[in-house]
């Protein structure tokens, strides 16, 4: 496949994803807000580095399962193209619902670096994601650069993303206009993962080479 058509496959589910307020998105807010730019800028770097290793971590393993297990591929792709499917329809019915700030029950402490690589560690929704999205368009012939390539991009797009949500969105005010366009978001997405889902289990009826 075309690398360009590969990036561009996986960035169309993970770009969406990357803008849902969920773990990370608060905690780089929070951290903002309580702790000053400086610090929410130190968690948009852990922030980073965990989505980086979550990342690398599901690209050698979805790598090593194509080139050994053609029957496991297979199941990954099944398992992938149906989570996305399942988060997609969840996402497009969801209600609408404000970004619960305060839900963090204690103001974040310590080293803001790693508090937030723990936040994104500590999220297991995330090395499912990712298997997901890499499933899209990852194969056996799938060379190392590209790969490398991939995380390079996964973590420069969580960089920027989460720089611009310290700077500008760590205040009241722009965090419930945010809110007000929340639901859009998350049902553009969700358009985004079902269609790229049925698209992983429309190729997964073909076999997988080595």
């Known amino acids: ?33 309580t702790r000053g730019t400086a610090a929410g800028l130190l968690t948009t770097c852990g922030v980073t580095i965990g989505l980086g290793f979550y990342a690398g971590l599901s ?35 969801s209600k609408p619902q404000a970004i ?3 839900a963090e029950a204690d ?3 310590g080293n803001a670096l790693l508090f937030g690589f723990l936040v994104t560690l500590t999220n297991p929704k995330a090395v499912v994601l990712f ?9 056996a012939q799938t060379p190392g650069w590209l790969m490398a390539l991939m995380v390079a991009i996964v973590m420069a797009a969580s960089l920027s993303w989460y720089a611009i949500v310290s700077l500008f969105m760590s205040s009241t005010p722009v965090i419930r206009r945010f809110g007000k366009m929340r639901h859009w978001i998350e049902r553009a997405a969700g358009v985004c993962f079902v269609a790229i889902g049925g698209r992983i289990l429309t190729d997964a009826r073909n076999p997988v080479t080595p």
Not at 1 to 7: A, G, Q
Not at 66 to 88: F, K, N, P
Not at 131 to 139: D, G, I, L, R
Request: hydrophobic share 60%; glycine share 8%; proline share 6%.
């Open 107 to 109: 103001r974040p402490k």
């Open 131 to 139: 298997s997901s999205v890499f499933a899209t368009s990852v194969t």
């Open 100 to 102: 619960d700030i305060d």
């Open 59 to 93: 690209l050698v393993g979805l790598s090593a399962v194509l080139v050994e297990y053609q029957w496991l591929a297979w199941t990954v792709r099944v398992l992938g193209g149906s989570y996305l499917i399942w988060l997609g329809l969840r996402l497009v019915f």
């Open 1 to 33: 496949m075309d690398p360009f058509l590969t990036l561009a496959g996986v960035f169309a589910i993970f770009i969406p994803a990357l803008m849902l307020p969920g773990p990370d998105f608060v905690a780089v807010v929070r951290v903002s807000m």
